[in-house]
T-cell receptor
Framework: KAGVTQTPRYLIKTRGQQVTLSCSPI?????VSWYQQTPGQGLQFLFE???????NKGNFPGRFSGRQFSNSRSEMNVSTLELGDSALYLC????????????FGAGSRLTVL | GIQVEQSPPDLILQEGANSTLRCNFS?????LQWFHQNPWGQLINLFY?????KQNGRLSATTVATERYSLLYISSSQTTDSGVYFC?????????????WGAGTKLIIKP
């Protein structure tokens, strides 16, 4: 079956703009998690959605938001972009119940100029 | 909250060598996963291993839950094994369903 699909793969924005990233999970998976990874850093948890509800949230400012649709696809949005938002944004899907086994997408690499 | 520590932080080996990566965690966990992030950023789930030993080709993992550690073994290393290896745990008493991640071990395999 198809894996986790993230779009776009690469994008360049300027400070002050906003960006929307998309994630389509594995068919049947109801949970989508988002992570930010900056160069040389580990994974920083942004938020997790399960059945269209935000179930968990990391320690990020309100400029970072997300949502999940009824087909489990998820989007995350970053408003008023800052240089420090340049990062690899990773999405992972899991069944959402039972074993919390994550499958990651290839990521969206955002550069803010 | 639970702490997850990985060692060593960096490891450089020649092709063909064997390696052992370690993940220590400070409290009981429901499960533990090992991931490999390749140089292009793709994260691959290697093992879901709350306890015991699993093997997949040249890779194997052992988790000793009672002693709060897990080991990832890589035998006969290849250059494609290069990248960062992360372990992530699901805390036993935390119902938030959020994994706690280690900082990773960066592995470089030289040809």
């Amino acid at each position: 079956k198809a894996g986790v699909t993230q779009t776009p793969r690469y994008l360049i924005k300027t400070r002050g703009q906003q960006v929307t990233l998309s994630c389509s999970p594995i068919s049947g998976h109801r949970s989508v998690s988002w992570y930010q990874q900056t160069p040389g850093q580990g994974l920083q948890f942004l938020f997790e959605y399960f059945s269209e509800t935000q179930r968990n949230k990391g320690n990020f400012p309100g400029r970072f938001s997300g949502r999940q649709f009824s087909n489990s696809r998820s989007e995350m949005n970053v408003s008023t972009l800052e240089l420090g938002d340049s990062a690899l944004y990773l999405c992972a899907s899991s069944p959402g119940t039972g074993a919390n086994v994550l499958t990651f997408g290839a990521g969206s690499r955002l550069t803010v100029l | 909250g639970i702490q997850v520590e990985q060692s060593p932080p960096d490891l450089i080996l020649q092709e063909g060598a064997n390696s052992t990566l370690r993940c220590n965690f400070s409290d009981s966990v429901n499960n533990l996963q090992w991931f490999h992030q390749n140089p292009w950023g793709q994260l691959i789930n290697l093992f879901y291993i709350p306890s015991g030993t699993k093997q997949n080709g040249r890779l194997s993992a052992t988790t000793v839950a009672t002693e709060r550690y897990s080991l990832l073994y890589i035998s006969s290393s290849q250059t494609t094994d290069s990248g960062v290896y992360f372990c992530a745990v699901d805390p036993f008493m935390d119902s938030n369903y959020q994994l706690i991640w280690g900082a990773g071990t960066k592995l470089i395999i030289k040809p």
